[in-house]
């Protein structure tokens, strides 16, 4: 049997996104290859060289564009005032494309962007990652198996205690520019719960600033309740002021209800230098187990593994023809039309 040579993969941004959540799994995946990693940051130029000393590190996009030849795929994990930008200059270059979440600070430029990439015949997906937390895939699990009966009401939270707001970029970029958290947490939150219950019929939303800088219009609280076609009802939060938080997922249904406290373990394993390959990578410890059950009858429910080399499993193979990438773009422009629509109710 032929083995495929690696694609040659382009990392554009070396921040958190960059470092943490694509060029581990580039470089423990041997479907790729780590060619180049774009940033105009000598202290993380300098972390991008110690980190990977076999790639090219470079301080432009147009350095890299200009070896367009010498690449298959280009990761951009820029914020994502920039993303349409660098997303079609790549496009432009005949290159396969993912974009970090969110896609866009628009739908419409994030429709425009798929009709280029359709053009020119290259593939483009969206890094909504979350759908491989193992929280996520328990709950699709019990779901798939009928363990909940008809779900009634889905509660989602991204709660986190950040009194000071955030940092770099997000601290100061407005909402035309992508920033806020409804657009940063909330696009991991609708899309879950889009891939769980499908369309929605109605969307409301309320959105508030609690510590954002008074030149800023981006919130860092956010309230999202949609209705799907499907008759569940999605009750989704994110906010950086919760010194002590809620339950991730709180899921009523007719049968049973589900309850699971605390984040999946995978960013905080990445941050402290885990690497995908190791061993427990993606593995919950029993007590971060949620529970399912009725009165008198709840039991632990097993967690399946974390799983975010999924991506970039399914996405070689879709490069290869083998099926279809892991993120339909046009999921994402839904999650963006739903962005939308509460900021427009937010006014």
Not at 11 to 27: E, M, N, T, V
Not at 28 to 38: E, H, K, N, W
Not at 58 to 70: D, K, V
Not at 313 to 337: C, I, S, Y
Request: glycine share 10%; net charge negative.
């Amino acid at each position: 049997m032929t083995v495929a040579p690696p694609l040659r993969t382009a990392l554009i941004g070396f921040g958190l996104s960059g470092r943490d959540f694509h060029a581990p799994f580039i470089q423990a995946d041997p479907r790729y290859s780590l060619d180049f990693i774009v940033t105009g940051s000598e202290e993380r130029a300098a972390r991008a060289h110690a980190a990977y000393p076999d790639t090219a590190v470079l301080a432009s996009t147009a350095e890299l564009f200009g070896r367009a030849g010498q690449l298959d795929l280009v990761l951009v994990c820029t914020p994502p005032a920039s993303h349409i930008e660098l997303a079609a200059a790549a496009i432009g270059h005949g290159l396969n494309v993912v974009v970090d979440k969110p896609f866009a600070a628009t739908s419409a430029a994030a429709q425009e962007l798929i009709g280029q990439a359709r053009q020119a015949g290259v593939v483009l997906t969206v890094y909504q990652n979350r759908r491989w937390d193992a929280d996520f895939l328990t709950l699709r699990e019990l779901i798939g198996d009928g363990e909940l009966g008809q779900v009634h009401l889905f509660e989602s939270r991204f709660e986190r205690w950040s009194p000071h707001g955030l940092r770099a970029w997000k601290s100061s970029a407005g909402i035309a520019d992508g920033g806020g958290i409804l657009f940063d947490l909330g696009s991991h939150l609708i899309d879950q719960a889009l891939q769980l219950f499908g369309p929605v019929a109605t969307v409301y939303g309320e959105t508030a600033r609690h510590i954002r800088a008074e030149e800023s219009d981006a919130d860092d609280d956010a309230f999202v309740s949609l209705l799907h076609e499907s008759g569940v009802r999605s009750h989704l939060s994110a906010n950086l002021v919760s010194a002590l938080q809620l339950p991730r997922f709180h899921v009523l249904g007719s049968s049973a209800a589900y309850t699971k406290w605390g984040m999946d373990g995978q960013e905080a394993a990445l941050a402290a230098g885990l690497l995908p390959t190791d061993p427990g990578y993606g593995v919950e410890p029993e007590e971060a187990w949620g529970k399912l059950g009725v009165p008198g009858n709840i039991r632990k429910v097993p967690a399946q593994q974390g799983a975010y080399p999924e991506f970039y499993r399914q996405l070689a193979a879709a490069l290869a023809g083998d099926g279809p990438v892991p993120v339909d773009p046009a999921d994402a422009v839904a999650v963006l039309r739903i962005i939308e629509e509460v900021h427009r109710q937010a006014g």
